[in-house]
């Protein structure tokens, strides 16, 4: 039975202040300080003491200790040196050994190599800073073989794009690409007060199943991406002008038979097709020989 580390550390603040360093705004450094909201997370996403689980940005080890107590090894990523090499003391301090520190921006770290170092599917826990959350997760897309599941706080505005539905403001690519593959739901609401230094917004924890069936397929995957992208790129057009301007370099005739086929109305947008609409339409535009006369 694995021992439980000491959750005695001190506060992020403390920590800062004695190394004389300060939170570094570009990299969005907000360090979770509340406890409480780091158990209910761990909690939540109901860990197995088999697992092995990537922290993304780890920082002072709010949720890194926790983890180490829960589960088989914990890899640790953080790219900021300073920061990791305080968290490897608290570590230390601890009596954790089951915990790796990987100094490195995590939209560089390979997934399948980590699976194969443990010979084990990989679960993701994180804080994500804004200005990564949309690389991370088309990084855990493209990595969701060897992935079973995510649970990633985001703000709060991120969470609502994700799960959104179509007709909804906040539906948009992403919404579509993670909601094909994947089931999400919500886990936990965090206030900005939980945090040093405070955000300015709420954020929210959201639990992402890779191990979903994906109830239609894409021929190509990377084509669905590209399709949604174009939709997504001039919101204010209809699809069918949005599909044109984009750099698709698809003709008129071939987007409007592809629309026709799928019985999507061309003057509709972007932000009112479901995911079935946009696999269906993403297969038929791959389609060598579509054309208007197919249609008919």
Known sequence: MKSRPSLSMRSPR???TAAGIRPRKSMGQHFLTDRNVAASIIRRAQLEPDDVVVEIGAGLGALTLPLAGQVKHVLAVEPDRKIATLLGNELQAAGVSNVTIIERDILECDFE???????????VVGNLPY????????????FREVIDAAFLMFQK????????KPGNKSYGRLSVLIQYCARIYPLVSVTASAFFPKPK???????????HPITFQATDERHLSKVVRAAFGKRRKILK???LRSDLGLGHE??????????IDSKRRAETLNVSEF???SNLLQEPNLSFNNSS
């Open 254 to 263: 071939k987007i409007s038979a592809a629309l026709k086929l799928a019985g």
């Open 241 to 243: 002008n949005a599909l």
């Open 157 to 164: 505005e991120v969470a609502e794009r994700l799960t959104a």
């Open 131 to 142: 200005h990564i959350s949309s690389g991370v997760l088309i990084r855990l897309i493209h």
């Open 201 to 211: 917004v709420d954020s929210q924890v959201v639990g992402i199943d890779f191990h």
């Open 113 to 123: 190599a980590l699976a194969r170092r443990f010979d084990a599917s990989l679960k």
């Open 279 to 281: 696999v269906t339409l």
């Open 14 to 16: 403390e920590l800062l």
